[in-house]
């Protein structure tokens, strides 16, 4: 089954294949936050566009805008064999449904069984590697072996893999995952930064309140943030220490409920609970910490911060390193060191309050000029000329040559 778009081009009516494109991802929602901006782009030129990720309630979200949405049943964490092979299933059904001319897939799982499936129906796949992840740490033990066998299995089966950092490039290359000339470094998945803007001017205090921002687990750093907030405070008690995010019960390395509600109770932070949209708390934050020795691919929330005119302090690590100008834009400090992360922290405080300001503006014009999103769409759009051979595909849709048009499906 083929789709087509029926079109009246200057009085001819005009009979008009349409590419389908799949995006596969997590959750609904890091989809919708992560990559909307490339799906809108892909919708504005003509393209169908079919969404597949666990369903969460901003799956109304791609509904309400026209996207068709598939879900599906992920075990994020788990290595059941079952639970493998069910989802190899669904990607692979959800394939032959929409007669899927090309697929993007994104994080671990979707990387290895959506591969597999797509190689299977002869369909071009590209691999983004949002990251390494937990497979990348040795001490998860059975999960990072077999992550890393599937990855070393599956990565070649894409037409070509994309990477965020070049730390993961080296990796994958070093590791033969990816022969050179599969693979593409991007300047991560970029930020809008018109929507990520600053606010209002920023309050500039005397003392400064730091937020912590992301998933709750240990990976993140969020212990070591902690820590440094128990020595500043002794120090510097008029300094607030803020942590908004996901608890995640199911994930690994999680922080328990419990352990959260114990810094509150001894007054070390405060909990601001998870939100949808983080930019009223970055737009209150003077500095964002994130002293990460996970595998990010290019941290998401660096970036919104940075975008915001918000400086930050962040591990000299890849996925990290990469958003911050030392000194100029944010400061960074030595991985998994708790003393050198506190010498940052009280760097920033005893920084002079215009300092701290153009700093935020140095951050934002750092993303402008590297990081906004519209710079990673084109290398999209690159790639897709490539493969459709097709320059028209991927011309925006002009309401002046197309009217009334309609989609049609024929075998």
């Not at 000194?327 to 030595?334: F, M, N, P, S, V």
């Not at 991985?335 to 992360?341: A, E, F, I, Y």
């Not at 320059?391 to 024929?410: K, M, R, T, Y």
């Amino acid at each position: 089954m083929a789709y087509y778009v029926i079109v009246n081009v200057i009085g001819q009516t005009v009979k008009k294949q349409v590419k389908t494109i799949a995006i596969t991802g997590n959750y609904a929602r890091w989809v919708f936050q992560f990559r909307i901006g490339f799906l809108r782009k892909l919708q504005q030129m003509g393209i169908r566009v079919v969404v597949i990720a666990a369903p969460d309630r901003f799956e109304r979200k791609f509904l309400r805008e026209k996207f068709i949405f598939e879900p599906v049943s992920i075990n994020f964490y788990g290595n059941n064999p079952l639970d493998d092979a069910n989802l190899f299933r669904q990607f692979y059904n959800i394939y032959r449904k929409h007669k899927i001319d090309l697929v993007f897939h994104y994080t671990i799982k979707p990387n290895i069984y959506g591969g597999m499936a797509a190689k299977i129906l002869g369909i071009p796949s590209y691999a983004v590697v949002t990251g390494m992840g937990h497979i990348s740490n040795r001490k998860n033990g059975l999960t990072s072996w077999v992550g890393l066998n599937l990855y070393r299995l599956a990565l070649p089966l894409h037409r070509k893999v994309l990477t965020l950092n070049q730390r993961d490039a080296d990796e994958l290359m070093e590791m033969k995952m990816v022969k050179p000339e599969n693979l593409v470094l991007l300047p991560g998945e970029g930020v809008d930064t018109n929507y990520f803007r600053p606010l209002s001017d920023k309050k500039m205090p005397e003392y400064p309140s730091f937020l912590f921002s992301g998933r709750l687990m240990e990976d993140k750093g969020i212990y070591e943030f902690v820590e440094a907030a128990k020595i500043l405070r002794a120090k510097y008690p008029q300094v607030r220490f803020r942590i908004l995010g996901m608890l995640d019960p199911k994930g690994i390395h999680s922080i328990p409920i419990q352990t959260v509600k114990q810094w509150v109770n001894e007054g070390i932070i405060e909990y601001l609970g998870e939100t949808i949209d983080v930019r009223p708390f970055l737009a209150k934050a003077d500095c964002v910490v994130l002293p990460s020795f996970y595998r990010e691919g290019l941290s998401r929330i660096l970036m919104e911060a940075a975008s915001m005119e918000t400086p930050i302090i962040t591990t000299d690590q890849p996925g990290c390193r990469e958003v911050v100008d030392h000194g100029r834009t944010g400061l960074l400090c030595e991985l998994r060191n708790l003393n050198d992360l506190v010498d940052k922290m009280e760097q920033f405080i005893l920084m002079d309050k215009i300092d701290r300001l153009i700093m935020g503006k140095n951050a934002r014009l750092k993303m402008e000029r590297q990081f906004d999103e519209q710079i990673v769409i084109r290398y999209y759009l690159q790639m897709l000329q490539q493969e459709f051979q097709l320059p028209g595909v991927l011309q925006p849709v002009s309401s002046d040559a197309f009217e009334d048009a309609v989609i049609n499906e024929a075998v």
